[in-house]
Every structure is written in structure tokens, then in C-alpha cells.
């Protein structure tokens, strides 16, 4: 057979289909990824606002910085700010919410450069939610920041966030900041994984996040990974599972956690506060296999805020766990 000619159909479409696999697999060297540097904001839905809000505001002591409206006047989602560049994001569910009952809508971190991350990402084969591919630019958001949404093995939507000049959470620093308020940064947030091995290639191997400890509750089989930023304090816990989790279960496992000093002054501060109708009591003060004491709060949903103090008991950093992930033993992982 002849050699094609440069406007061969066929040459044409070979070129089309190797420019649509990520550089690794072209023989290409992908660009270098952009600074990830630290988590931005977790995203909820909730069923009641309102009620939500006064969870978040009038018990837990944070101020809502923004609400940001649909064409018909409705709330399309409360931004309740932990600090100049943290923040929970509230979605009025309106049906929304996933079938399995789950609260957990997006986890968001924040990139020095999100543009270049987005070519990074796309060299490396990520796509879009539910499989879709990752936009063409990155878009400026209705906030007037750099975003777009990506998913982990396990269905998360991660939100990759550049805070730009002109945006509102530049244009809102230092307001919003009150001195009620319970916690002054989000250390982690906390997701459910299935399979350990797919999580690291994602989050280690192609975002490069630092894995630093590993937990078991039980001390035969793995509870829990911690993940940190690669160019910040900020981490992931990886809550590992076998059996698909409850409604329940999920919104214990997702969670969000407020660092503190001291866990017996908030618990003691909001003693004085009224918990919100239907919101299930917080737990004791506790030590946790990390060694640091820590009290579960819930909001009207049952989603799972942690607050937990920064330093371990004695200040010693607890032993990492060689267990086995969940399953491991049935080759699930």
C-alpha cells in the first residue's frame, strides 16, 4: 500500500484521534502543574436553608458573605465564610441531591494558576464530571473567579478554584469575619472512598498530594488516609469503606472539619447557644486515633462538622497504621 497523502482522509483522521489522547500516551511530556495550594470551600446541599443557615451563622458563630441569586429572586446558593479564603457553600437542594440521599455536592481547592492546571489535567487524561470532557478555557465563575469541575474515581465533583483580582472573595477580604465564630480554618474535608488504589493515582499520582498518616479505628483494617496539598497545609481524609454506605453513613463519613485550640472552650461557648430545632446532639469531647480531642457537631441534614484541636494530646504525632485497606483481602483493593 502506498504511503497516504498529506490530505489523505484518512492521515487526517489518525492526526484528529492522537491529538485527543493525553500527552502521556503521544509520547509527549505533559506541562508542569501549577501550585494546588490549599482547600477552598466544601459544598452542601441542604433541604432547609433557613435552617441550615442558622446552624452555620447563629449557632456555630460564622457570617454569611454572599448569597448569590437565581433570575426568579431564589437563592441559588449561601456562601457562609470560614476565612478570607475558605467557605461552605449551602445549595437549597430542591430535589437535587443525589439518589443515595448523599449532602456532599462539591469539594473545591484552590490553584495558583487555573489555566495552567487545566492543560495539566487534561494532559493527563482527567475529565469532567459524569465523564464529559473538561472545558475548553477556563471559564470566569458567576463570582468572578477561575473555575471548573472535575471527578475522582469515586464520583466526587472537585472544583478547581484561582481567586482573581476582581472577584468577590478578593473584593470581601477581611469582611464577614466575626468574632463569634467558632473556627478560623477549615483543616480537612472528609470524602468516601471505595477503592484506595484508584484514589492515590488520582489525588497522589496526578495532583500530587502528600499522603502523611493512616488510620485504623479498629486496628485490623485501614479507616482512614490523610492526603495533604502539595503546596499547602490544607488535606483530604479519605474514609475508606467495603459495603456501599448508608444515607446515614455518608453524611458521618463526608464532613468538614473546624480547627481549634481548644475544644472545651467551644464546647463551653456554644453551651450558651441555642442548637437549631432537629439538629442531633453533638458528641462528647473525645480522643481520636490521631491522638488530637476533638467534638462532632451536625447540621439540620446530619452532615458531620468536626471540631478538632490543631495539636495532638502531647504533642507526639500519632503512629500511621499498617493495616490493610477494606476488602484488600477479597482483592477489592
Request: net charge neutral; aromatic share 8%.
Amino acid at each position: 500500500m502506498g504511503a497516504m497523502s498529506p490530505r489523505s482522509p484518512l492521515l487526517v483522521a489518525a492526526l484528529a484521534a492522537a491529538a485527543l489522547l493525553p500527552a502521556a500516551l503521544r509520547g509527549q511530556e505533559p506541562p508542569p502543574r501549577p501550585a494546588i495550594t490549599g482547600l477552598s470551600h466544601v459544598a452542601l446541599w441542604v433541604s432547609d436553608l433557613d435552617r441550615s443557615r442558622a446552624f452555620y451563622t447563629d449557632f456555630l458563630g460564622f457570617d454569611e458573605s454572599y448569597a448569590l441569586r437565581n433570575t426568579d429572586g431564589s437563592v441559588f446558593f449561601s456562601c457562609i465564610k470560614v476565612n478570607d479564603r475558605q467557605w461552605l457553600e449551602l445549595f437549597p437542594s430542591n430535589g437535587n441531591t443525589p439518589g443515595d440521599g448523599d449532602r456532599l455536592y462539591h469539594v473545591a481547592i484552590e490553584t495558583a494558576d487555573a489555566r495552567g492546571l487545566l492543560a495539566y489535567l487534561k494532559a493527563k487524561g482527567v475529565k469532567g464530571p459524569g465523564g464529559k470532557p473538561l472545558p475548553a478555557a477556563a471559564p470566569v465563575g458567576k463570582v468572578g473567579n477561575l473555575n471548573y469541575f472535575t471527578e475522582d474515581p469515586d464520583g466526587h465533583i472537585i472544583e478547581f478554584v484561582q481567586y482573581m483580582p476582581g472577584g468577590w472573595t478578593v473584593a470581601k477580604k477581611g469582611q464577614f469575619m466575626p468574632a463569634t465564630r467558632v473556627s478560623q480554618r477549615m483543616s480537612h474535608a472528609g470524602i468516601a472512598v471505595a477503592n484506595l488504589d484508584a484514589s492515590l493515582a488520582f489525588y497522589r499520582d496526578i495532583l500530587g498530594f502528600r499522603e502523611f498518616w493512616r488510620g485504623s479505628g479498629d486496628g485490623k483494617t485501614l479507616s482512614w488516609v490523610n492526603l495533604r496539598v502539595p503546596d499547602g497545609n490544607d488535606y483530604l481524609e479519605l474514609m475508606l469503606y467495603a459495603q456501599k454506605p448508608s444515607a446515614g453513613s455518608l453524611h458521618v463519613l463526608h464532613h468538614v472539619c473546624l480547627e481549634v485550640p481548644d475544644v472545651d472552650a467551644v464546647r463551653a461557648a456554644l453551651g450558651t447557644r441555642t442548637l437549631p430545632a432537629g439538629c442531633r446532639q453533638p458528641t462528647a469531647i473525645r480522643t481520636g486515633v490521631n491522638r488530637k480531642r476533638q467534638i462532632n457537631f451536625f447540621d439540620p441534614d446530619g452532615t458531620r462538622v468536626e471540631v478538632m484541636e490543631a495539636a495532638t494530646v502531647d504533642g507526639i504525632p500519632a503512629r500511621s497504621s499498617d493495616a490493610p485497606p477494606p476488602g484488600s483481602q477479597a482483592g477489592i483493593n
